[in-house]
């Protein structure tokens, strides 16, 4: 756990705290308030200071009009938790005068505070510390008091140019991991061989993780490993992969069949890859400025619906940067309220499209388990990928 801003981040953190300072502006907010102790708040906390880390008390603390204000115990003005801020103010023990110093500085009409009903990533004061800052700083803190949820979507969802190019290194890594590993499905190999072999070279391509889901199934069954089992012929392997590179991950799926001459490539097979293919493809086109993501949702699964092949039991997207879930609006049903789907999309959020066949439930018993999962970015046009797409199942012939 980083105690300390990484310096390759400096930037990063720059593009982030400007982004949220922006978006106070467009959302008529006066201030943003985190307020943590130690372990609290780690996702907000990375993202405007640094650090993965907090030692004692702190408020960080972005303001309308550019201030960027760290209050900080010694131990972490020493671990360099306030590096990116042009104010730090130090306290003994007690943090309280400080905070009432600062609130009558900035006197805020609306200070946004780390709460939300939906949002995890938006949803990191705990019930303590804000009864902390009432007690601190009164009725008039307890009036002002807004949620940061538009706040957070504007600093994790939307990715600045930095993450977007560590996004898309994450996704070279994988996608040559998959290159890799049609070689190395042989007959006797085990999905859980190929799991430490994705972990050890992901670690030799330059990132700091790398681990994957391994399904390995005949038709009709959709068990998920890696469970120690030998591949054999008639299988489909699926991967459902990612790593983290510089504090940003991947999570692509591929399908292989492994096919011999007891075993020749099946014709549902073929229409299952048509249907998942036409319906991620389809979901690219959707990703514009101003979709609903459920709209996005129904209308990609849809799509696939089309193929004779029903819906699979889980949100056909969702956001990725710092968390493999990210923060911010996913493309999933309207009315879940732990997938909020009730937002729209803006210009370079990135989302997986992840349409899947006999993956979540019950399995179908004429079907395989398999799937596509390919990551994109909003553009006013359209969504682009940040990586090559798989345009056929791989076949790996024994």
Not at 335 to 346: F, H, I
């Amino acid at each position: 756990m980083r105690l300390f801003p990484s310096p390759q981040d400096a930037d990063l953190i720059k593009e982030k705290q400007q982004q949220a300072i922006d978006a106070m502006e467009q959302h008529n907010i006066d201030a943003w308030l985190v307020f943590v102790r130690e372990g609290g708040d780690s996702h907000i906390v990375q993202t405007i200071a640094g650090p993965e880390f907090i030692v004692q008390n702190a408020a960080l603390i972005l303001t309308r009009d550019g201030r960027r204000i760290a209050i900080l115990e010694p131990i972490d003005i020493q671990n360099g938790a306030g590096t990116h801020f042009s104010e730090i103010l130090d306290y003994e023990r007690d943090i309280n005068p400080r905070l009432r110093e600062v609130w009558a500085s900035v006197k805020p009409k609306r200070i946004a505070l780390n709460f939300s009903r939906e949002h995890y990533a938006a949803d990191g004061l705990s019930y303590g510390m804000y009864l902390r800052l009432a007690d601190a700083l009164g009725e008039d803190f307890v009036r002002a008091a807004v949620s940061s949820e538009d706040l957070v979507m504007a600093t994790r969802a939307v990715k600045s140019s930095t993450e977007l190019e560590r996004l898309s290194k994450a996704c070279e890594i994988t996608i040559q991991i998959f290159h890799e590993v049609t070689d190395r499905i042989r007959p006797g190999v085990t999905d859980t061989e190929l799991g430490d072999y994705v972990a050890a070279r992901s670690r030799e391509l330059g990132a700091a993780t790398g681990e994957a889901s391994i399904a390995v199934n005949g038709p009709g069954a959709n068990e998920k490993g890696p469970l120690g089992k030998v591949i054999e012929a008639g299988q489909v392997v699926l991967f459902d992969m990612g790593v983290r590179y510089e504090g940003y991950h991947s999570d692509l799926k591929r399908v292989w069949y492994v096919q011999d001459g007891d075993h020749p490539f099946p014709d549902i097979l073929q229409k299952q890859w048509d249907a998942c293919r036409a319906s991620a493809d389809y979901a690219l086109d959707q990703l514009k400025p101003g979709e609903w993501g459920y709209d996005v949702h129904d209308r990609a699964w849809a799509k696939l619906e089309e193929f004779g092949f029903p819906r699979d039991a889980h949100s056909y997207g969702h956001q990725i940067g710092r968390q493999v879930h990210d923060a911010g609006t996913w493309l999933g049903d309207a009315d879940n309220p732990y997938r909020p789907a009730k937002g729209k999309l803006a210009e370079n959020m990135v989302f997986t499209l992840d349409p899947t066949i006999n993956r979540v439930g019950t399995p179908d018993p004429e079907c395989y388990s398999m799937g596509i999962e390919d990551i994109a970015m909003v553009t006013s046009t359209g969504g682009r990928l940040l990586h090559p797409p798989q345009e056929r199942i791989t076949v790996v012939e024994w």
